[in-house]
């Protein structure tokens, strides 16, 4: 008896001692109140400015930029000659003078300006801001109507010399240009699209236009006459539904179009799609009744594709034709505008026009297997297509906006044809005159060209030894080659904004542990000045810490990855962690940040429930780097990337023993979606939950230019020169049955872009296969979750808190959300 006695002590004490370590090996309960803290709206009440976002001025070198802290928010001129940084004026002294003509109370903390903009003679600045006074909208024909007031709003001219404020009375504002009104380089007409076709209007109709959308003595011209349904030369609407298109039939549509720089021609793009098929999605929460939405999607494999033209139009004439540009089947035609200048950003009118010239200017023609890409010019006069550079590989050829100079009879062409993406220089009959950058990096853009000088400035990334590869440099180098030399050293990413003289630049900088610096650089890369660092302050007294960059092997044992990892602020490294990997397979992009970011959503606060949230990049991933790693995947697009993601969970949990290997998540949107469906299935011993969001599951319903692009479409040109395409892909359902961990799929029910019915069908193979899983629809959400994404962030965190936390404690209600809800008695909009 006294033995038995004994024995059951001693059990007890082992048991007691298994279970405290048990209970020190891993996080008991999901830690809900520290996701909570570090909600979007929170977050944006912490972290403000974080750039140095340069407005640049037409008559010097000096910009200026607001930057706002978690003290004020200021406004300052800075002068690069000078090296000065000043405030464009004393908030205090503006706020009391603005008081005391609105009469609403303001102060130096709270001075709610908007569109801030400098007169013609840059001597003042004018800004306006909105008061507490109500007042009638002057469009508005319905007085009494519910939402016929609005806010009076005051508009201020502050003298820069005198420091003296004066309200702008009967001021006369210009709206902003509508999204229907393209407008001549010299203002003289105004093109846009009605009832499918062509019209344009003078400058002064326009004028009456702006005041009055439905004004009937504006007076109209009409250009075209052959313009139908899906056969236009306009008149697409972002966002629009089919009421929206009924409701809007009548009235003016937007164009395509790209002026010469003289204002006597233009170019569009006309696109057949009378031949694509349909395609619908049903709105069920629409009022009264749920709504059967329309819209032409092309789909991979489909004979039924868009057919491309090009339109030359001479505006003196008022007549237009239609180029001989036809070389491939099914090609795809696209123009380029000439850049932007800096100068001009804040300007109300900024010209649409194209790359080129008064006499020519330029577009490129792409094979639908994507492997053929020519980039001609057009000459205005005789009609003339010239193929100025043809790009040519065995898989898909990408392109670049090509750089002009010497009055055109220069090309700086963007090319990956040696296998890293390089400048080419070639003379305007389309020869190469030298390779002008050569080596193991990646170019990215053009960011300015000095002719007088004859250098290039432009981006690149993956040159810098000991370096993150995806971090971005400015450079400069001679055309013919020579004198390469980088601009803003440091080993961080950098985001630049040149002034269009190639003097000065801004750069931004930041690593995804750095908080950002922003400084003022000459064109030699020597800094003039420092300009703002990011006040995290607020952010840190929240608990804040920064993710930790990491570098493993990809599965293959040779190929350098880099990811990111984000735990827990709480993280106790005793502790055993659940692994979540944050997943998108590109390849036109990765789901890895390089630099600092407050967007937290998808790693950092879904981090805070417990776990430790990694993304890394896969082979087949980035197109930052080589051609080769970045068209790793083509032929094989669901099954490419997943065993770089395997590899690199098994990697960092040799590395760190609070990494738990026996359960790993893993979760992402869109091709993300997709991705962590195919890993639970084609690893299905090694994820045990996923949740996937608007996956492109099937990509035999998904649109074809991503599916043909990066799987890959084969071209068949039979004897009699008859030309189709075949198109075949792996997809998700086809694995249905090999599911064995817990997973949760979603989709908005309206979405457009990853159409339901990739979701739909892995559901359908699930079921078919007898296998549980969960599902959300977002109703009345496209592919982005709108006004339903931070409930589905707490959806996501439970469905991982259940099934990797064993956290099953939380009630119906999120009481997150509910706590953020101010319970004023007025209904909800």
Same mark, same amino acid.
């Given at each position: 008896m006294k033995k038995l006695y004994f024995v059951a002590?001693?059990?007890?004490?082992?048991?007691?001692?298994?279970?405290?370590?048990?209970?020190?090996?891993?996080? +008991?309960?999901?830690?809900?109140?520290?996701?909570?803290?570090?909600?979007?709206?929170?977050?944006?009440? /912490?972290?403000?400015?974080?750039?140095?976002?340069?407005?640049?001025?037409?008559?010097?070198?000096?910009?200026?930029? /607001?930057?706002?802290?978690?003290?004020?928010?200021?406004?300052?001129?800075?002068?690069?000659?000078?090296?000065?940084?000043?405030? /464009?004026f004393d908030n205090a002294r503006l706020a009391a003078g603005i008081t005391l003509i609105v009469k609403d109370p303001f102060d130096a903390q709270h001075l709610p300006i908007e569109n801030l903009k400098f007169t013609k003679d840059e001597k003042s600045i004018q800004f306006e801001l909105k008061s507490s006074i109500d007042q009638v909208k002057k469009d508005r024909k319905d007085k009494k109507a519910a939402d016929?007031?609005?806010?009076?709003?005051?508009?201020?001219?502050?003298?820069?010399?005198?420091?003296?404020?004066?309200?702008?009375?009967?001021?006369?504002?210009?709206?902003?240009?509508?999204?229907? +009104?393209?407008?001549?380089?010299?203002?003289? +007409?105004?093109?846009?699209?009605?009832?499918?076709?062509?019209?344009? /209007?003078d400058k002064e109709n326009y004028k009456k236009a702006l005041k009055n959308e439905d004004d009937s003595t504006v007076v109209e011209h009409q250009l075209t006459k052959d313009g139908v349904e899906f056969y236009a030369y306009g008149g697409d609407i972002e966002n629009g539904t089919n009421i929206d298109e009924i409701k809007n039939r009548k009235k003016r549509k937007p164009t395509s179009v790209l002026w010469s720089p003289d204002a006597k021609h233009f170019a569009l793009i006309r696109s057949d799609e009378r031949k694509v098929k349909d395609l619908w999605v049903i709105n069920s929460i629409a009022d009264p009744r749920p709504t059967l939405e329309t819209y032409k999607y092309e789909m991979p494999g489909e004979a039924e594709q868009p057919r491309k033209e090009l339109w030359l139009f001479d505006f003196a004439a008022k007549t237009g034709k239609k180029l001989n540009v036809s070389l491939f089947k099914d090609q795809e035609l696209s123009t380029w505008s000439a850049p932007?200048?800096?100068?001009?950003?804040?300007?109300?009118?900024?010209?649409?026009?194209?790359?080129?010239?008064?006499?020519?200017?330029?577009?490129?023609?792409?094979?639908?297997?994507?492997?053929? !890409?020519?980039?001609?010019?057009?000459?205005?006069?005789?009609?003339?297509?010239?193929?100025?550079?043809?790009?040519?590989?065995?898989?898909?050829?990408? !392109?670049?906006?090509?750089?002009?100079? $010497?009055?055109?009879?220069?090309?700086?062409?963007?090319?990956?044809?040696?296998?890293?993406? @390089?400048?080419?220089?070639?003379?305007?009959?389309? @020869?190469?005159?030298?390779?002008?950058?050569?080596?193991?990096?990646?170019?990215?853009?053009? !960011?300015?060209?000095?002719?007088?000088?004859?250098?290039?400035?432009?981006?690149?990334?993956?040159?810098?030894?000991?370096?993150?590869?995806?971090?971005?440099?400015?450079?400069?180098?001679?055309?013919?080659g020579t004198g390469l030399k980088l601009l803003n050293a440091g080993n961080f990413d950098h985001a630049v904004n040149m002034n269009d003289n190639e003097k000065y630049f801004v750069d931004v900088f930041s690593r995804v542990n750095t908080a950002p610096k922003s400084v003022l650089r000459g064109n030699d890369g020597h800094q003039v000045m420092e300009l703002e660092a990011a006040d995290l302050s607020r952010l840190m007294a929240a608990g804040y810490k920064f993710p930790e960059p990491f570098k493993i092997k990809a599965d293959d044992g040779i190929t350098d990855l880099y990811g990111v990892m984000y735990k827990p602020f709480d993280f106790d490294p005793s502790k055993k962690y659940p692994l979540i990997e944050y997943v998108y397979p590109g390849p036109q992009t990765e789901g890895v940040s390089k630099a600092f970011s407050s967007?937290?959503?998808?790693?950092?606060?879904?981090?805070?429930?417990?776990?430790?949230?990694?993304?890394?990049?896969?082979?087949?991933?980035?197109?930052e780097r080589s051609k080769w790693y970045h068209t790793f995947g083509y032929g094989n697009l669901r099954d490419y990337g997943l065993a770089d993601k395997k590899a690199a969970a098994e990697q960092l949990a040799d590395r760190y023993p609070f990494i738990d290997l026996e359960r790993v998540g893993i979760t992402g949107h869109s091709g993300g979606g997709f991705m962590s469906s195919a890993a639970m299935l084609v690893y299905p011993d090694f994820f045990k939950v996923a949740v996937s969001e608007s996956? $492109?599951?099937? $990509?035999?319903?998904?649109?074809?230019?991503?599916?043909?692009? @990066?799987?890959?479409?084969?071209?068949?040109?039979? +004897?009699?020169?008859?030309?189709?395409?075949?198109?075949?892909?792996?997809?998700?359902?086809?694995?249905?049955? $090999?599911?064995?961990?817990?997973?949760?799929?979603?989709?908005?029910?309206?979405?457009?872009?990853?159409?339901?019915?990739?979701? !739909?069908?892995?559901?359908n193979a699930l079921i078919k296969a007898n296998k549980r899983f969960d599902f959300v629809l977002l109703p009345g959400q496209k592919h982005a979750y709108g006004d339903m994404t931070e409930y589905f962030?707490?959806?996501?965190?439970?469905?991982?808190?259940?099934?990797l936390l064993n956290d099953f404690s939380q009630p119906v209600d999120i009481l997150e959300m509910d706590r953020e809800v101010e319970m004023t008695g007025k209904k909800k909009p």
């Open positions: 002590i001693a059990l007890l004490f082992f048991l007691s001692v298994k279970a405290q370590n048990v209970a020190t090996a891993q996080p +008991a309960k999901a830690n809900y109140a520290l996701a909570a803290r570090f909600s979007p709206k929170k977050i944006g009440k /912490m972290v403000f400015t974080t750039a140095v976002d340069a407005h640049w001025l037409k008559l010097s070198n000096k910009f200026w930029y /607001m930057f706002e802290t978690p003290n004020i928010k200021n406004w300052y001129i800075v002068d690069p000659v000078l090296k000065t940084k000043k405030l /464009m016929s007031l609005e806010k009076k709003t005051f508009y201020f001219q502050y003298d820069l010399v005198t420091e003296k404020v004066s309200e702008l009375k009967n001021y006369d504002k210009i709206k902003p240009k509508p999204v229907w +009104a393209s407008i001549a380089p010299d203002s003289s +007409a105004i093109v846009f699209c009605r009832y499918y076709n062509l019209y344009w /209007m932007a200048k800096a100068r001009n950003r804040d300007d109300e009118f900024r010209p649409s026009i194209w790359l080129g010239t008064n006499s020519e200017f330029y577009f490129y023609r792409t094979g639908r297997d994507l492997k053929r !890409i020519d980039v001609c010019s057009v000459d205005i006069n005789t009609a003339k297509v010239t193929v100025q550079v043809q790009e040519r590989m065995n898989i898909y050829v990408e !392109i670049s906006k090509p750089g002009l100079i $010497n009055g055109g009879k220069e090309l700086i062409e963007w090319s990956e044809r040696d296998g890293w993406a @390089h400048f080419y220089l070639y003379d305007d009959a389309g @020869h190469v005159k030298n390779q002008i950058t050569s080596g193991q990096f990646h170019c990215d853009d053009i !960011i300015n060209i000095d002719e007088k000088n004859r250098i290039l400035y432009f981006t690149a990334s993956g040159r810098e030894p000991n370096e993150n590869p995806y971090y971005t440099h400015l450079y400069s180098i001679k055309l013919d967007r937290m959503d998808y790693v950092d606060r879904l981090a805070q429930f417990g776990f430790i949230v990694i993304s890394v990049g896969n082979r087949g991933g980035n197109p996956g $492109n599951h099937d $990509n035999s319903v998904y649109n074809r230019w991503w599916s043909e692009k @990066h799987n890959g479409v084969k071209e068949i040109v039979t +004897a009699k020169g008859d030309t189709t395409f075949q198109y075949s892909i792996d997809k998700n359902p086809d694995l249905a049955k $090999n599911l064995k961990g817990r997973l949760l799929l979603s989709t908005g029910d309206v979405d457009d872009n990853v159409h339901p019915a990739n979701t !739909i069908r892995l559901i962030f707490w959806q996501k965190g439970d469905y991982f808190c259940k099934y």
